[in-house]
C-alpha cells in the first residue's frame, strides 16, 4: 500500500514538473505576442536566426527583457521564500512579508540616485540592504528563541520601515528619477538587456548554492535538536541557507523591485504538487516562480491596455487573501 502511494507521488511530482515546464513555455510565446506587434512562431524564429525583420526587432529589444526578468527575478524569489521557510521554520516566511525585500530596495534606491556609475553593483548594495533587515528580524523577533509570529509581526514592522523610507526618498525628488521610481514602483516596463545581463550572473549563482543547500534544508525542517542529533550545525547552517535566500530575493529586488507573496504563494503550491522534500520542491519552485512572476506581469500590461498594472500590484491582490487563507487554517496562529 505504502509503495503504490509513493509510486503516485513519484507520477504527479514528474507530472506536475512536465507540465510546468510546458506552461511556462507556452506563456513565454503568448507574452511575446501580447501587444500593438503581433508575429508569427515562423516569423519569430526566422528574425531571430535567420534575417532581420524589423517587427522582432522591435520585440527582441522591447519585451524580451522584461520578460526573461519576470522568469529570472521569480524563480529567484520563489527559491528564497522556500529557504526561508526551511530555516525560519515559519510556513508564512517569505521575503517580501519580512522585510527583507523592502530593505533590499531602499539600499537600492540609494545606490541608483547617489552613485548611478555603479550600477552594475546595485544587486550587491541591495543584498547588503536586505542582510540589514534580516539581523533586524531575526535579533528583534528572538526571545530565548524563533516564534513564527514574532518573525512575521516584527518582518511586517520591518518592512513598513524600510517601504516608508524608499517611498520618501522617491517623493524627496519629485518623482522625477526614472531608476528609483521603478524600484520603489516595481516597474519593469522599461527594462534592458543591460538590465538582464546585470542580474544573470547573480541569479545563476544564488540558485546553484541554492541547489548545494538542499540537504541541509530537509534536514533543518526538522526539530533542532533532531538536526543536531544527525550532526548538522545548526546555527551556521541557518545563516548560511538565510545568506543565500536574502542573496536571491535581494538581487531580484535591485532589478524588479520588491515583489510581495510570490515566496509564499509557489513554496505552498509546490509542496502540494511535488512534496516538501527540498531535491524536488526547490527546481519546482524555481520553475513556477518564473511562470508565476510572468503570468503576473502579463496580466498586469494587458488588464488595462494601453495602461499597465505593476506586477507587484497583482501579487499583492492575489496574494493578500492567499495570506490571510493560511494564516487562518494554520494551528500554530490560532491561539
Not at 187 to 198: F, G, Y
Not at 238 to 254: E, F, K, M
Amino acid at each position: 500500500m505504502d509503495e503504490n502511494r509513493e509510486k503516485r507521488k513519484r507520477l504527479r511530482a514528474v507530472l506536475s514538473f512536465v507540465l510546468m515546464a510546458v506552461l511556462l513555455m507556452v506563456l513565454f510565446f503568448a507574452a511575446i505576442n501580447i501587444g500593438s506587434l503581433k508575429v508569427s512562431f515562423g516569423e519569430l524564429m526566422r528574425g531571430l536566426f535567420v534575417e532581420r525583420i524589423d517587427e522582432v526587432a522591435t520585440i527582441y529589444d522591447l519585451r524580451f527583457p522584461r520578460i526573461i526578468i519576470s522568469m529570472l527575478a521569480g524563480a529567484a524569489i520563489a527559491v528564497s521564500g522556500v529557504l526561508f521557510q526551511a530555516v525560519l521554520k515559519n510556513p508564512l516566511a517569505d521575503p517580501g512579508i519580512i522585510g527583507i525585500s523592502s530593505g533590499a530596495s531602499f539600499a537600492a534606491v540609494l545606490i541608483t540616485a547617489f552613485a548611478p556609475g555603479l550600477y552594475f553593483f546595485t544587486p550587491l548594495v541591495a543584498f547588503f540592504g536586505g542582510v540589514v533587515a534580516f539581523l533586524m528580524v531575526y535579533c528583534l523577533s528572538w526571545k530565548g528563541g524563533l516564534s513564527p509570529l514574532r518573525i512575521i509581526l516584527t518582518g511586517v514592522a520591518v518592512d513598513a520601515l524600510f517601504a516608508g523610507l524608499s517611498s520618501a526618498f522617491n517623493s524627496m525628488s519629485g518623482g522625477n528619477m526614472s531608476g528609483v521610481a521603478s524600484i520603489v514602483e516595481a516597474n519593469i516596463t522599461q527594462k534592458t538587456w543591460d538590465d538582464v545581463t546585470t542580474l544573470v550572473p547573480y541569479v545563476v549563482a544564488g540558485l546553484f548554492l541554492a541547489c548545494l543547500f538542499i540537504g541541509e534544508c530537509n534536514l533543518m525542517s526538522l526539530e533542532d535538536k533532531t538536526a543536531r542529533s544527525l550532526g548538522l550545525n545548526v546555527n551556521a547552517t541557518r545563516i548560511v541557507i538565510s545568506l543565500i535566500a536574502v542573496l536571491l530575493a535581494s538581487i531580484s529586488t535591485a532589478i524588479a523591485g520588491a515583489i510581495s507573496f510570490l515566496g509564499l504563494i509557489v513554496p505552498h503550491i509546490g509542496r502540494i504538487l511535488v512534496g516538501s522534500d527540498h531535491r524536488a520542491l526547490v527546481p519546482f519552485s524555481a520553475l513556477a516562480g518564473a511562470f508565476t512572476f510572468l503570468l503576473a506581469d502579463t496580466i498586469g500590461r494587458t488588464i488595462a491596455a494601453p495602461y499597465e498594472i505593476s506586477a507587484a500590484v497583482v501579487m499583492s491582490v492575489v496574494g493578500g487573501p492567499f495570506f490571510i487563507i493560511l494564516l487562518r487554517r494554520s494551528k500554530k496562529y490560532g491561539d
